[in-house]
């Protein structure tokens, strides 16, 4: 069923007791990632086909991904009185027009559908007297979904031509003339480099959290709101291979709850709390737009001018209302009801403090990731991606992650049927062995991942729009953050490790700063300011349509970044 042949060894001695040894694999479509997108794209094609699919995870599909802890509402669902075109329409006034129609239609045309098929998979859904979904907003129904992720786990499981290779770090893709034949990854429970063949590849391994100084960092560092464990490996995977990119200065920064870092929108939604200064004020009514960026940019705004700390009010709702607050968080943040019920004051007595976290790069929120076309498929031929790590459809959310993960695998299949498997030479994957091994010789380095990671941090947070900085940012700041940045990853590239543990921090970084740099370039792309905070040019404030509508696209030549300029509202065919 699934191949695996010889194993291809590298005989020098190192330092570490047991060295990386290769081990070939086969399959007809292969699948990066087991997050939400991952998985639903393996249940597809396993109930359209008798494709062998493998699925590489960096952790295990049964809690691994965005939705690991689980999430109380799906927020992109076609809610009664809506269709897929205003689904759209709120979309483009969301993002200010930088978004692909085509993408984010094709998406919405399925979105309730994929919802119905979560139900029955078992994910339970809060219902009123008459069995109708209870929303929460015109685009968001109610679910009870902290085992959403092994629910998906446990569907894709039994499937007999799909095999799981669960904590395998795949990093790099395999390209040959031009087109992608399958990647290679190391095994973090065995001293394995596995080489896997593809007819496709589908790239679903989400965005890129830890860029930047985090709102909790040293010990509770993690406590952030995008998956700590999402490193943008997808993304710096297809840059390293000349894949064009889109929108990384479409960055995302949420509003949530202060310390827990958990979402404001269970509340907002939930029991329509305002957002309140420290002066009791309702300070929304002093801006001129409530989208989700505008939002978050009032609140900076008033603690910038002395009117913070900013809160969503919930003092006065009922008990019922709370005790749904503590049941709604315990399906996606626990530490939230834990932090009510530690200090005994709910929100009914006292107000949720809010602030804005550190910005990430994700696709399911804003339009950061692979630039594609209709199916799905990347500008790397053999390639496609979906979920998180996918372009130019912000809002996706889980619902859209579950549609794109569909549509790709439909592509995939489609596009298998003419392929035939390449493989590597031996002298080829010599060479990818020997480059595992070599992380593991010579004298201990004067510095460790982590020491590096804390400086990348520094500089984002410093010089290229991070919480320090209110999240605005000049072309001269970020030009020390690209020279900076450059020089963490030369002192990187230079780092050896002792165990896997550590072979993997050092990959998770050096895909972290490869995603940096590209963030940096687009941010200094785009002349204008219209997404406050997610893209705040201090250089250019105004403005400006002949700079605005543009997609801010790149591709990596060389080792350096070119920067692509696209129409928008063009339509894309690769």
């Known amino acids: 069923m699934f191949k695996s042949s010889k194993e291809f060894g590298y005989s020098e001695e190192f330092g570490y007791s047991e060295e990386f040894k290769a081990q070939e694999l086969e399959c007809d479509i292969l699948i990066i990632g087991g997050g939400t997108a991952g998985c ?21 599909i049964k809690r ?63 219902k009123d007297a008459d069995g109708n979904y209870l929303s929460r907003g015109k685009h968001s129904v109610k679910i009870n979904g902290e085992n959403i992720k092994p629910l998906l786990a446990a569907a894709v499981a039994p499937k007999g031509d799909i095999r799981i290779l669960n904590r395998v770090n795949i990093f790099d893709y395999i390209v040959k003339a031009g087109r992608v034949v399958g990647a290679v990854g190391f095994a973090l429970d065995a001293s394995i480099v596995y080489v896997i063949y593809a007819k496709a590849v589908i790239c679903a391994t989400g965005g890129a959290a830890g860029l930047y100084k985090p709102n909790n960092p040293g010990f509770s560092r993690h406590k952030m709101w995008y998956c700590p464990f999402n490193t943008g490996a997808g993304y710096a995977m297809g ?40 002066d009791g004020v309702k300070y929304m009514n002093n801006y001129a737009k409530a989208t989700t960026p505008h939002r978050l940019h009032a609140t900076v705004r008033e603690n910038q001018l002395g009117r913070g700390p900013c809160y969503l009010q919930t ?3 009922t008990a019922e209302q709370e005790v749904d607050l503590y049941k709604a968080y315990l399906n996606m943040a626990p ?35 692979y630039w594609i076309d209709a199916q799905r498929f990347t500008t790397l031929p053999g390639l496609l991606a979906a979920g998180d790590v996918a372009g130019g459809s912000p809002k996706k959310y889980v619902t ?63 010089y290229a729009g991070g919480i320090a900085s209110g999240y605005a940012f000049t072309v001269a700041k970020l030009k ?20 896997r543990h550590e072979l993997l921090a050092l990959f998770e970084i050096l895909d972290r700063l490869q995603v940096c740099q590209v963030v940096i370039a687009h941010l200094a792309a785009r002349r204008e300011t219209r997404w ?30 070119q920067i692509i300029l696209r129409d928008v509202e063009k339509e894309y065919e690769h």
């Open 40 to 60: 639903f794209s393996a249940l597809t094609i396993a109930e359209q086909s008798k494709a062998k699919v493998i699925i590489a995870e960096k952790a295990n």
């Open 64 to 126: 691994s991904g965005c939705l690991a802890a689980g999430v109380n509402a799906l927020n992109a669902y076609i809610t009664p009185g809506e269709t897929p075109e205003s689904y759209v329409e709120y979309v483009k006034q969301d993002a200010e027009g930088i978004v692909r129609p085509d993408l984010v239609y094709s998406m919405a045309q399925n979105l309730n559908r994929v919802a119905h098929k979560l139900e029955d998979l078992g994910v339970p859904f809060l």
């Open 239 to 278: 840059i390293r291979a000349g894949a064009e990119m889109t929108s990384f200065e479409m960055r995302f920064i949420a509003l949530r709850c202060k310390d827990t870092i958990a979402p404001t929108g269970t509340i907002a939604q939930g029991v329509k709390a305002p957002q309140i200064n420290a």
């Open 315 to 317: 003092k006065g709702i």
């Open 335 to 369: 530490a939230q009801t834990l932090r009510w019920l530690e200090r005994g004051t709910g929100p009914s007595t006292q107000n949720v403090e809010i602030e804005g976290t550190e910005p990430y790069i994700v696709g399911g929120h804003t339009g950061s990731g």
């Open 400 to 462: 859209g992650c579950l549609v794109e993960g569909e549509i790709a695998a439909k592509s995939a299949l489609a596009a298998m049927q003419d392929q035939a498997l390449q493989s590597l030479q031996e002298d080829e994957i010599t060479q990818i062995v020997r480059r595992i091994n070599s992380c593991f010789r010579g004298q201990a380095s004067p510095y460790m991942v982590e020491v590096i990671e804390g400086e990348m941090q520094k500089v984002m947070d410093e």
């Open 480 to 499: 020390i953050a690209k020279t900076r940045l450059s020089e963490l990853e030369q002192l990187a590239l230079a780092l050896t490790v002792k165990d």
């Open 532 to 561: 406050p905070c997610y893209q705040s040019n201090s250089d250019y404030p105004a403005k400006d349509d002949a700079h605005w509508l543009k997609y801010v696209n790149s591709r990596q030549v060389n080792g350096q970044i």
